[in-house]
């Protein structure tokens, strides 16, 4: 019973992780693209770029993909940066599929 119970709470454990987000709450403006890219760990796609005279403007996407309980979730995010640094960030679309 002893083993059981302990097996139950590994599952439960590791699954959670499972679970988790992006994590947006974490990042913070004026970031570099390389200090999003450790905290997302998520590849980012490049998806617009344009220079003028306020800099080097690029838009990266990052997704990710979330089952849970046979359901799927795939979350994205539009992330805008100015001469490499972030300036802005939000959800694009969060569909789900079964």
Do not use: H, W
Request: with cysteine.
């Amino acid at each position: 019973m002893k083993r059981l119970l302990i097996l139950l709470s590994i599952i439960l454990l590791t699954s959670c992780n499972a679970y988790k987000d992006i994590p947006v709450e974490d990042l913070s403006l004026g970031m570099t693209i390389e200090q999003v890219q450790s905290i997302v760990k998520k590849q980012l796609v490049q998806v617009a770029i344009n220079s003028d005279n306020e800099g080097e403007k690029q838009v990266f996407q990052v997704q990710k993909r979330i089952v849970r309980g046979g359901i799927a979730r795939q979350q994205r995010y539009n992330l805008y940066f100015i001469n490499r640094k972030l300036v802005k960030y939000e959800k694009d679309s969060e569909k789900f599929s079964f």
